[in-house]
């Protein structure tokens, strides 16, 4: 189903001592008649009860958190600059690609639209800016980043909140490829019908199950890269601590240590240097293990060098990053826990799904690795001195990233495709140690550590250090070479009767029989001749049929009752047919493309806008409208 949509009906009421009120809040998921993408509309008005400053006094003081307000030339109503700034906060110091915005302006009061993904971060942005206005109007002051940060948490937990999921869905923006989640599958879809694919994050329907296993078989797939001639580090899989100590003793210390089945890094130790590490590391690994796997751990040879993800799309090598532990630099009065503390409250470690950096992370790994040492969380370090708080690079415990793209060797290059090639996966990270890749690793100092089948991309797209490479067009390419590519032709009307989408389909079958046809109007669903379920939520009906995989072309209905209470689940039509149009109908020749038709008719006028020309000619007295329709969706066919 559609995720419900989200409505305050009852009026807000303000306290007598605010200047402005709040009401009537609706989340659209899509298009609808007062922003052409998804939104939270609301209503906003002065209460009367307390007397707001001049507009410019709010400007100025909102104008040095966020610039671009003040770049404004000027705000004709407290609603004019209420939504503003409720755009400019929706962006949540994330750059998120929220800028769209409007106000109407009815009297006292004003309609004002945000451009919103997640309708429970919009709200809270909404409340917060209210909040903010009456403190500024009181001269109070307010917590302003703890409360970013609280929103910034409710964003980061919602589904649109992964770093990568949030990459791949702001490239399909940009790109103009329809992306939606799909509630009951927990997926995301990218494109309609027969187009469409499906996935989470850099996993996809089209890529093979079988292999995406595997590679979390460490033991097995590490076997089978040897046997390709592929340089693997020397190891045995062991199932308790006397095992782990046995295999270290036969192959050598240092040792690396790992789960079997596992991800990011979690449970993974390096450079274990003898057996009172080893125990420490094995109960890391084992702690790291589901609950419903079995106690199977890795070890393995340590080979000493940097560490890299390398990283293929469609078996094409496409990025590479160096992963660096998180560090600490002295300045002879901090300890090292307030040192990291204090790097957590910078602006580049946010942890939000477009920061560089995730916050550091203290664990009985950096204890022991601190140890090591000879330090502390509590030790004051000198001056200038950098100290390394674990051996793992793991991102997620606050490692950095550094692009390593441009330095790759091309035997390095040709490796990494050679081993995608082996595997039907979109998406395939290969994680490797090495001192530099620049080097060859025909040279030697050169070990494939592992390969991910659903390798995070935030890494390469935003890196710490260095250019960003646009890892998610790398993927969106491999399925969509265009938007049109993702896209079935749609038409849509604002009036069409269940008899009326029979005969439509039969025309278009009779051209295309081997087509399947998606039809929904307020009385009936279809594909092809067969009638389907209606839902009561209009827009899970579009969705459903949207979401078959064989769909070759959509036909809607869209009322204006139903865009005014649901709006549209999908973005622009190849055809628009409107039959004598009430206002609100009239968004639906707003939403097209440069090549769209869109034919309206108002009493027995036809008019006709097809590429910038408009056509207009009279209906004879009995000439009914599917005359003309028909003859226009011949034009699509």
């Not at 600059?81 to 302006?105: I, K, P």
Request: charged residues 25%.
């Amino acid at each position: 189903m559609v995720q419900a949509r989200s409505q305050d009906t009852v009026r807000v009421n303000a306290r007598k001592s605010d200047a402005f009120d709040i009401f009537n809040l609706k989340h659209y998921e899509g298009a609808n008649p007062y922003l052409n993408v998804g939104a939270l509309i609301f209503e906003f008005a002065l209460t009367g009860y307390k007397e707001p400053l001049p507009i410019e006094e709010y400007v100025e003081i909102i104008g040095d958190r966020y610039p671009q307000i003040r770049l404004q030339q000027s705000y004709d109503s407290y609603a004019h600059l209420f939504a503003h700034t409720v755009a400019e906060v929706g962006q949540l110091d994330m750059d998120l690609h929220l800028d769209r915005w409007s106000y109407q302006q009815n009297g006292d009061e004003a309609i004002i639209s945000v451009q919103s993904l997640h309708a429970r971060t919009s709200r809270a942005v909404v409340y917060f800016v209210w909040d903010w206005f009456e403190a500024i109007t009181q001269n109070q002051k307010i917590v302003f980043e703890e409360q970013i940060r609280a929103i910034q948490d409710i964003f980061r937990r919602s589904v649109y909140g992964g770093p990568t999921v949030y990459a791949l869905l702001r490239t399909a923006a940009q790109k103009g490829i329809p992306a939606f989640y799909l509630w009951d599958e927990g997926l995301m879809q990218y494109g309609y019908g027969k187009k469409h694919i499906r996935g989470i994050a850099t996993t996809f329907d089209c890529d093979s199950h079988l292999d995406s296993d595997f590679t979390t078989r460490k033991d097995d797939c590490k076997a089978f890269l040897h046997t390709l001639g592929f340089p693997v580090p020397q190891g045995s899989i062991v199932t308790n601590r006397e095992e782990a100590i046995s295999v270290a003793k036969q192959i050598g210390y240092p040792v690396a240590v790992k789960p079997v089945v596992g991800h990011k890094g979690i449970g993974v130790t390096a450079d274990v240097q003898n057996a009172e590490e080893l125990k420490a590391a094995f109960n890391r690994a084992v702690k790291a293990i589901p609950e419903e796997q079995p106690t199977r751990v890795i070890v393995e040879t340590s080979i000493s060098g940097a560490d890299f993800r390398l990283l293929c799309v469609n078996g094409r090598f496409v990025a590479a990053t160096e992963r660096r532990p998180a560090w600490v630099e002295g300045d002879g009065k901090l300890t090292i826990g307030e040192l990291i503390d204090r790097e957590n409250r910078t602006k580049a470690r946010r942890d939000t799904p477009t920061s560089a950096l995730s916050k550091i992370q203290c664990d009985d790994a950096m204890d022991m690795f601190l140890e090591e040492q000879g330090l502390t969380l509590d030790s004051v370090i000198e001056k200038g001195r950098t100290v390394y708080l674990r051996k793992v690079a793991n991102l997620s415990a606050g490692g950095v990233s550094i692009d390593a793209t441009p330095t790759v060797h091309p035997d390095n290059i040709v490796l990494a495709q050679d081993i995608a090639q082996h595997f039907r996966l979109t998406c395939l990270g290969i994680d490797a140690i090495a001192q530099s890749l620049a080097q060859s690793w025909k040279d030697g100092g050169f070990g494939i550590l592992e390969i991910n089948a659903a390798p995070g991309i935030f890494m390469h797209l935003n890196p710490a250090t260095g250019d960003s490479v646009d890892v998610p067009s790398h993927i969106l390419e491999t399925f969509f070479s265009s938007s049109a590519e993702a896209r079935i032709p749609i038409i849509t009307f604002n009036n069409v009767s269940v008899e009326d989408l029979e005969e439509i389909i039969d025309y278009i079958l009779l051209q295309h029989p081997d087509w399947t046809i998606g039809a929904v109007c307020n009385n009936g669903v279809f594909v092809n001749r067969a009638q389907k379920h209606l839902n009561k939520d209009y827009n899970s009906n579009v969705q459903n049929l949207l979401r078959n995989p064989k769909l070759d072309l959509l036909i809607a209905e869209y009322k204006g009752d139903t865009l005014e209470r649901e709006g549209m689940f999908y973005q622009s039509s190849n055809l628009v047919f409107l039959d004598n149009p009430t206002e609100t109908e009239k968004m639906l020749s707003r939403d097209v493309f440069d090549d769209s038709i869109v034919v309206t008719k108002e009493n027995n006028t036809i008019s006709i806008r097809r590429q910038g020309l408009i056509e207009q000619y009279e209906l004879g007295e009995h000439e009914p409208f599917s005359r003309v329709y028909l003859k226009e969706i011949a034009t699509i066919l």
